[in-house]
């Protein structure tokens, strides 16, 4: 009678066993599908994207840094700052401003709500492994300012009253 | 001979509904009746007729398949579907399945019975489908391991609830008490049975 009962209970047992095993199967290959899937998006979004570290320096001690910033290829410095920042910009179009978008160049007035007033306004460096810091001697839109990969910029609120203004 | 020709009958009868109920359900991919008729042929007329209604059957269903036809999937398919109806057989025989024994247990076997038959089915056709795309075994489990599912748990339900019918159809039928051929009235066998004519 023991005996019986055990086979019953194995019955149902292997029923279950072969129903788990099943189920972990699908989600075996549901996560290696969907492995797959994510590591070739990533592919093409490595060879669409590159990497920077964006340093904002707010001036009064506090500097924040943005590093290993994933931006789209062909991202100029305003817009890497975009991504990390709340930016507000003037825009200046004509016919001068040759070597920006649509000849229009940006003015950054704000970075995360501090704004340029009479004697302080925001500048942009980028690093040179050589030279160090180097002020830029375009604007942050321009086709010169486009990022590369593994480079590094940054933003500080400076005054006008030393020229150059140091950098970070 | 007219146990012979009533075996042919129910075995063509058995197909013919065993088909009906593949293309009616051709929407619910993997939910078929067809495989517990296939046992239930093996289980009332003996192993040999079950067999042949599941080969027979896929030798139809599985040319004229509204999914595609292929020839490896095919013959692993006509092959294995044949273990449905050489189980029913062997449990007829057995008597491990009759009106005697309780409802309960009975449905609990035919449910477990349903679900490994149909295991061994899956695993025996995706090995089949494996070795014909030249897939890994692991995969073409894992991939089809939903269907598969669908297919064991819904034959476990369809053989659990037709176990009441289908234990009370030998006393029906007029045949005898654990399975085997059809009987007829020329057949020595006991009195007061009544054949299938």
Known sequence: MMKGRWVWISLGLACWAIAASLLACYFWYSYELYRGLYERAMGQLERLTV???ILIDYG???????????VSAGSTVF??????AEVEYMAYEGPDWVGYPNNTAYLVVSINGLRNNQTHAWFWWFWDARA???????????VNATVVDGGTYAWAFR?????PPPPP | MRGRSQEACAIAMMTAACLATNYALIGLPNVKLMDFLVFASGFLFGSWPGALVGALTWL???FLNPYGFS????IATATSETIYGIVGGLMGKSGALSEERSLARSTYLMAALGFLLTATYDLITNIAFSLAYGIPLALALASGAVLALIHEVSNAVIFAACTPALLKLPRLLGLPPHGGRAI???DDIDEGKVGLD
């Open chain 2, 71 to 74: 020839l490896p999937i095919y």
């Open chain 1, 79 to 84: 817009d890497a700052t975009c991504m990390v």
């Open chain 2, 60 to 62: 139809i269903y599985g």
């Open chain 1, 51 to 53: 990497f920077v570290n």
């Open chain 1, 132 to 142: 160090g810091w180097v002020l830029a001697p375009y604007g942050s839109n321009h």
């Open chain 2, 184 to 186: 007829s009235k020329g």
């Open chain 1, 60 to 70: 009064n001690g506090t500097r924040t840094w943005f590093n290993n910033t994933r």
């Open chain 1, 159 to 163: 005054s006008f009253a030393t020229w």
